[in-house]
C-alpha cells in the first residue's frame, strides 16, 4: 500500500486550505495576502506546494502576483494606461509624426461628416488665430496649433479615436521635441502650414471628407518632411536652405490670413 504523502509537502492540500483562506476573508480585509513564508507557515504547508496551489488560484483569477511586490486578490489589473513620460521615452518625433498620420487624416474625415454650425465656426476662428500667432512667440504658436488639432479632433465625434489623438498631442508637447519643432519652422514655412490648416476648415465646411482627410493629410507630411530635414542634417545646412527648401511649396498656397 502506498502511503499518502504528507499534508505540509501537498500541493492539493495547500490548494484547499488557500480556497478556504480567500472564501473567509472579507471585503473590507487588504487585498495583499502575506509574503510566502508567512503563508506558508499560517496554513502549514511548504513553500513548493504553497507556490504550486498558489499558480492555480492565478491561472483561475482568483489572484494575481508581481515579482518584487507580492501576491493579491482578484485577477490582474488591465494595464490601460503608460505614464506620458514613459511614453516619451520610447518614441520619437518622428514615430509621434506617424501615428498622427494615422490618426488625424480620418478625425478630419469624420469631422466633415459630423461637425455642427458651431463647430466649424470655431475651427475657422482657431485657424485664424494659428495665423496671427505666426510671427509670435513659440508659446503662442504651440498653444494655437494645438488648440486647432484638439478641435478637429472633438469635431469628429469618435471618442476612441479622440483618446489616441490625446496621448500622440499630449507627448508632442514634451520640451525637448518642442524645441525640435520650432528649428523646423521659418517664417515661409510657418505661411505654409497657415494657409494648410485653412484648406483643412474650408474642407470641411463644404462637408467634403475626402478633401479634408487629404489637405489634412498633406499638411501633417509637410511637418514630418520639415522635421526630417532638421534631425537629418547639420545646423549650418539647416540655416542656409530652410528659405529656399519652402519658396516655392508656399507659393503654391493662398495668401496668409
Keep these: 500500500m502506498v502511503s499518502a504523502e504528507p499534508l505540509s ?4 492540500f495547500a490548494l484547499r486550505q488557500l480556497r478556504a483562506l480567500l472564501d473567509d476573508r472579507s471585503e473590507s480585509e487588504d487585498s495583499q495576502l502575506p509574503p510566502e513564508r508567512a503563508l506558508a507557515l499560517q496554513i502549514g504547508v511548504g513553500r513548493r506546494a504553497l507556490r504550486r496551489a498558489l499558480e492555480v488560484l492565478e491561472a483561475e483569477g482568483r489572484i494575481w502576483r508581481q515579482q518584487g511586490k507580492g501576491t493579491f486578490l482578484g485577477p490582474r489589473p488591465l494595464r490601460t494606461e503608460m505614464s506620458l513620460e514613459a511614453l516619451s521615452s520610447g518614441t520619437n518625433p518622428l514615430e509621434n509624426m506617424e501615428a498622427r498620420l494615422e490618426i488625424e487624416p480620418a478625425l478630419a474625415r469624420l469631422a466633415a461628416l459630423r461637425a455642427s454650425n458651431g463647430d466649424i465656426e470655431r475651427l475657422k476662428h482657431l485657424a485664424d488665430k494659428t495665423a ?11 498653444l494655437w496649433d494645438g488648440a486647432f488639432h484638439r478641435a478637429i479632433a472633438e469635431a469628429a465625434g469618435n471618442s476612441l479615436l479622440f483618446a489616441f489623438f490625446d496621448v500622440a498631442n499630449r507627448i508632442r508637447q514634451d520640451p525637448t521635441w518642442r524645441r525640435l519643432r520650432e528649428q523646423a519652422r521659418s517664417r515661409p514655412r510657418q505661411r505654409n502650414y497657415v494657409n494648410q490648416h485653412h484648406r483643412v476648415v474650408e474642407a470641411i465646411a463644404a462637408r467634403d471628407g475626402g478633401t479634408a482627410e487629404q489637405a489634412m493629410r498633406e499638411h501633417l507630411e509637410t511637418v514630418r518632411a520639415s522635421l526630417l530635414r532638421i534631425m537629418t542634417r547639420p ?14 511649396s508656399d507659393d503654391q498656397g493662398r495668401p496668409a490670413a
Design 9 to 12: 509537502d501537498s500541493s492539493d
Design 132 to 142: 496671427s500667432s505666426a510671427d509670435s512667440d513659440l508659446d503662442s504658436r504651440e
Design 235 to 248: 545646423l549650418a545646412d539647416n540655416q542656409d536652405n530652410e528659405t529656399a527648401d519652402e519658396t516655392s
